[in-house]
């Protein structure tokens, strides 16, 4: 059993555990971040690059140089392999114990795996620890799990990053049919929120689609495109030339004779269906898989739609001294979540001063 | 020259590599302990033990991640390629360290130049930091909320903030000129002018609604803010008709949107007012915005889609005509009130607008990712809230959040700010350096160049351009980079090519291919460099004279560099170099740039092996 006392304790390696790690540091503040995988980087390790002609500003990339910038910083500490079990709070100070995981045998360069039970004494917690990319299973009507060449788009997104794009048959497709807002705007689920990052993820590899592979022809099924920043406002009309924009939500995916088929309203309200070579669920960000345990462990409010945290404004949460950075909070980007972990950092900063004014006047 | 040992730190990635091996093939001696005059570390600085770095402190050392530079394949391909690493980072180090020319202390004080939530909230953590704070708003008071921000939400940060924060009233920002540390400002106040010199600056005018330009009766159409006026409204033989028009022209910000949803939510709650919403897609994406919009809608608030730009405009808004989507027929709307969700925008200082002191908008706020956190390609300066763009309320909160932390850590110096040494007696005051750095940190000092002192991210582009090798961060000089080109391509066999690749992604790939063991074709020698804007036309010119068979440059995709245009004038210079090959008869092949992002490792790694076979 280990000991370690520090400042702030993150919890969640991903880019926005990484960030608020880094936050700190640029202000003097050193932490110890646990990761419960073997790596850091979260969920963004496994995005490729969507650049085209140009960077689309997906921010994937970022990742590096959140890393290159950790590794400079001797401020922070990084544990991998650390999973928090049970905490309390005593006299103003949180007592985390942080229990090993079984080792994969992927060492992350920066981080050290967690040897043993560890109990990290910290006067702020900041939780990082992420989302749950929606499971299309729960949606069975769109077929995933059930009909070949229905696949999730991080799958697509892993099958781009190698170079390799195969439908149902094994085969470049001729098309491809984006569906938007799988799990996401969704009454029937009770996920009644935008995921805010599908729209744009899911156009970003079209594009990589449409210039890798020129002839296969893109669909996208959607209710509303998202904004997801200026010059991606100004691209959209070019997007709209090469890709076919169908505003519907189709009512089912099933097995056809050359792919999947969709089938879908037309805009006159009559029922139509494509066949496609391979169909791609944007699924959407839901809760992170231990926002309930978290919640109990640290006395922290959720919101409405299941994230940590209530109170909006500050990325406070209703417990002392815990504060919420990135997806776990709520839906948004790569470079939203880096930018986010500022305010949690900048209010466990405030928090500690404050600790640090009352211990003083006794 | 100085000797340089090599010390050596085992590290993942390094096993089966022979030490003594790898220091006799690049020709230097195996670390004997005590005192030693340069060295080589098989580490980064962050990896090596504690003793070695002090050891080292203030010594020439050369701190090279070699597990990221040897790959994997055979051991005798994997020990030629950790000679040619080590050989290339000894011929830096041989040359000793260059004494640092500039010492000025970068100034403290912090400029918030503006008003609302963003300036107040960065204002506030500025001072939270530790840093004297000037507030200049052109208002009476800091307390003055934008447009589009929660007056109480501003009243109660700025009744929080710090003792070192001091507000100017009625202050106007004039003028503006330098970089992070030294920045100099004119401020215009109800008692006079004065000049003020500035450690850094952030720019946060507060918001002011800007009506599209539908032709709308101002008469009629008011902000949503503006709505519902007091005791609004109809009567049951009367029905009072509102429209809420949220981006029609083109779709709506969803902060925009979701202003507008309340506005239209605040209006249908009225008594017999029926409201209409028009857009041309909702909005939705703002936190909480798609559960109002559904609440909207089953509050009986009709959602209008409209083609973006097929909104008729009759009467000054009086009549409102479009083609319903879903209906597919024409619709006519006489709203009695209109309110509009214009986007909310604030006015460019004019000092901007100087050209010969500040670049273009484009490139003082690239939007490429690398400049989020209000950050400007100006190193000190920081740009948020609605001259950005921003949502109200928490994003802008974040922006000064990261801002304020951002400029602190460059004027503590908690990032190793690097000052480009210059070497005045062989300057030629071309001012190539001026225009060529995007951070803004060489400028013309009375009679010689000086740099400002928290402000340079060591790109080396003003040392690749500059004519004269006058200019050059710390360590990137011509003369530097040229000993470790020709001591590393006399260590590297076969078929020599050198791959010069950009710290933050060309470098980055190459170090995970390295950790996930790919084999590197055998001569090649990689030559990280912190921009791939350092490597001018001599370098590449050099290297081919050192023995290289081609050059390759890996730099980011076009709109991600760091300094902004580093990766274009890299490609140029190389096309440049490439043309004058072809003309020598020498192979324009020989020469290539590369596009790359860091988390495109197989990209690199398929470029390289293409790029060297076709070498021969
Ligand atoms: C299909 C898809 C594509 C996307 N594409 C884009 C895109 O192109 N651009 C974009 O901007 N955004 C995109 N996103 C969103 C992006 O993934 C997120 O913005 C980003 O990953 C958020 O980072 P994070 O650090 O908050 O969370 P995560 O990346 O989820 O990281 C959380 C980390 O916390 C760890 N963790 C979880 N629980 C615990 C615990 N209890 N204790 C310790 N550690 C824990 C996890 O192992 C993980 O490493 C996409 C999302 C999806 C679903
Ligand atoms: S931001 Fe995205 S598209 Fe741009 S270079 Fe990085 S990974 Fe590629
Ligand atoms: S971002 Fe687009 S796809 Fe994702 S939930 Fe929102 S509207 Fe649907
Ligand atoms: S580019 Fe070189 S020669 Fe020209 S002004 Fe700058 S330092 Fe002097
Ligand atoms: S190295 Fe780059 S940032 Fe530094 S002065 Fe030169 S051009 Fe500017």
Known sequence: ?362 | MARVCLIWVERPGLEGLDPAEVAKRAGLSLDPGGAIPAAVVTAPEWAAPPAVRSRLAGKPAQWLDLAGEVGGGPAEKRLARAAAAVARAAGRAALGTLPQVYTAQPAQTVLVAGAGLAAVAAARQAGLLGHPVILATPFGRAAQAGADDEAEEVSLLAAQLPAQVEVLAEAELRHLSGAAGDFTAELQTPQGAQLKRFGAVVLAPAGGYAPPELGLDPELAKPVADLPPEGLAGSPDKWLQAAVIAGVDAPATADAFARAVEAALALQARDFVQTTLLFSEARVASEGGERRYREARQAGVIAARVAAGGLEVAQGGRLLKWRDLLLDEEVQLRPDLLAVAGPVAAALPAFLANPVLWPAWPQLVPEGPRFSGGRTARSGLYIIGALRGTAPGRARRVEAAAAAADLHDRLTQGRATPVPSVRNTACASCLTCVRVCAHGVPRYGSDAIVCAPAACVACGMCAAECPAEAIAPPGWSNPELIAGLEAGLAKSAGTKAVLFACGQSGAQAFAELCRQGHEWPEGLLLYPVPCAGRVGMQLIMKALSSGAAGIMVAGCHDGNCRSVSGNLRARLRAGETAALLERLGLGPERVEFLHLASNQPRRLAQAVDRFVSTLG
């Open chain 1, 1 to 362: 059993m280990t000991i370690i006392s520090t400042p702030v304790l993150i919890l969640g390696g991903g880019v926005a555990g990484v960030s608020a790690a880094l936050e700190l540091a640029r202000r003097g503040v050193p932490s110890v971040l646990a990761e419960k995988g073997p790596r850091l980087g979260g969920r963004v390790r496994d995005f490729c690059c969507k650049a085209t002609q140009a960077c689309v500003h997906c921010g994937a990339c970022r990742l590096g140089d959140l890393l290159a910038e950790a590794a400079a910083r001797p401020e922070a500490a990084f544990r991998s392999l650390a999973l928090a079990a049970e905490a309390q709070r005593e006299g103003g100070v949180w007592q985390v114990e942080l229990r090993p995981q079984p080792d994969e045998g992927e060492a992350d360069p920066l981080a050290q795996p967690l040897a043993e039970k560890t109990t990290v004494n910290a006067q702020a917690v900041i939780l990082a620890v992420g989302y749950e990319p929606f499971d299309p299973r729960r949606k069975t009507r769109f077929g995933y799990g059930r009909v070949p060449g229905v696949m999730t788009a991080l799958e697509l997104e892993a099958m781009l990053g190698q170079g390799v794009l195969v439908g149902h048959d094994g085969q470049p497709p001729e098309s491809v049919a984006f569906i938007q807002c799988v799990g996401s705007r969704d009454e029937s689920l009770g996920n009644l929120y935008c995921s805010r990052v599908c729209c744009g993820f899911a156009l970003d590899m079209a594009g990589l689609i449409k210039e890798g592979w020129p002839e296969t022809a893109v669909t996208f099924f959607h209710m509303d495109v998202q904004g997801y920043g200026p010059s991606w406002e100004e691209a959209l009309p070019h997007m709209r030339q090469a890709i076919d924009f169908v505003r519907a939500m189709p009512g089912e995916v099933s097995a056809g004779e050359n792919g999947p088929r969709v089938c879908f309203a037309g805009p006159d309200g009559q029922p139509r269906s494509r066949e496609f070579g391979l169909v791609a669920l944007s699924q959407g960000l839901t809760p992170p898989a231990s926002a309930g345990a978290l919640s109990e462990m640290f006395g922290l409010n959720r919101n409405q739609d299941g994230f940590l945290g209530e109170d909006a404004a500050l990325a406070v949460s209703g417990a002392q001294g815990v504060f919420v950075a990135g997806t776990a909070q709520g839906p948004r980007g790569i470079v939203e979540s880096i930018d986010h972990a500022a305010l949690a950092a900048g209010a466990a900063m405030e928090s500690l001063f404050r600790a640090g004014k009352e211990a003083a006047h006794g």
